[in-house]
């Protein structure tokens, strides 16, 4: 079974600064099949990106991804106050068919 | 825009059998380019998707291996909604419950509708 593991737990910045957050496959993520998501309190996880770097629609431009195989990044360029929450990668198409990772929580320095 | 309305019990016995129901406004359950999962979460387990049903010409189901045993998905298409059984449950399966649609984004299938959860606490 594919594992995804995200770095780090727990990223503390300040709003203006970029983040950088990791998601490591325990194997290649078939045809770069990888979703962020951002989970606030109480409410259900949001798409971000989807493909490895493509933006879902609606989100800001200051949130991008890349990478291929199995290491993939999220970019978050300029921190905005609401962007403190939680963000978990996402697999499609292995086994299992879905994935997700354990969470990345950032939060204010 | 797409809208998904979870209903059902919160509290649930051990050994009993636990059933939600996602209905759907602004899509159909029978759109042959969306599949509709149940996904829960819980500090211990975090996110895992439990399994999906879709129509393709026919409909279609896949569960996780997880809890394949004791999963039922299963459409309504006289109601437009679908849902989750989950039987035998434990102490283990206390979760939010989420329905989501997937939708094909190139041809990898992400969840870009969710609903609001459900909290279900197994007692025991």
């Known amino acids: 079974d594919i594992v995804l593991t995200q770095s780090p737990g727990t990223l503390s910045l300040s709003p203006g600064e970029r983040a950088t957050l990791s998601c490591r496959a325990s194997q290649s993520v078939t045809n770069n099949y990888l979703a962020w998501y951002q989970q606030k309190p109480g409410q259900a996880p949001r798409l971000l990106i989807y493909g490895a770097s493509s933006r879902a629609t609606g989100i800001p431009d200051r949130f991008s991804g890349s990478g291929s195989g199995t290491d993939f990044t999220l970019t978050i360029s300029r921190l905005e106050p609401e962007d403190f929450v939680v963000y978990y990668c996402?697999?499609?198409?292995?086994?299992?068919?879905?994935?997700f990772g354990q969470g990345t929580k950032l939060e204010i320095k | 825009q797409v809208q998904l309305q979870q209903s059902g019990p919160g509290l649930v016995k051990f050994s009993q059998t636990l059933s939600l129901t996602c209905a759907i406004s602004?899509?159909?359950?029978?759109?042959?380019?969306?599949?509709w999962n149940w996904i829960r979460q819980s500090p211990s387990r975090g996110l895992e998707w439990l399994g999906r049903?879709?129509?393709?010409?026919?409909?279609?189901?896949?569960?996780a291996v997880s809890v394949k045993s004791r999963i039922t998905i299963n459409p309504d298409t006289s109601n437009n909604q679908f849902s989750l059984q989950l039987n035998s449950v434990t102490p283990e399966d206390t979760a939010v419950y989420y329905c989501a649609r997937a939708s094909s984004f190139g041809s990898g299938y992400y969840f870009d509708y969710w609903g609001q959860g459900i909290l279900v606490t197994v007692s025991s």
């Open positions: 996402q697999q499609y198409g292995s086994s299992p068919l879905y994935t």
């Open positions: 602004g899509d159909s359950v029978s759109s042959k380019s969306a599949t």
């Open positions: 049903t879709y129509y393709r010409s026919k409909w279609y189901n896949d569960y």
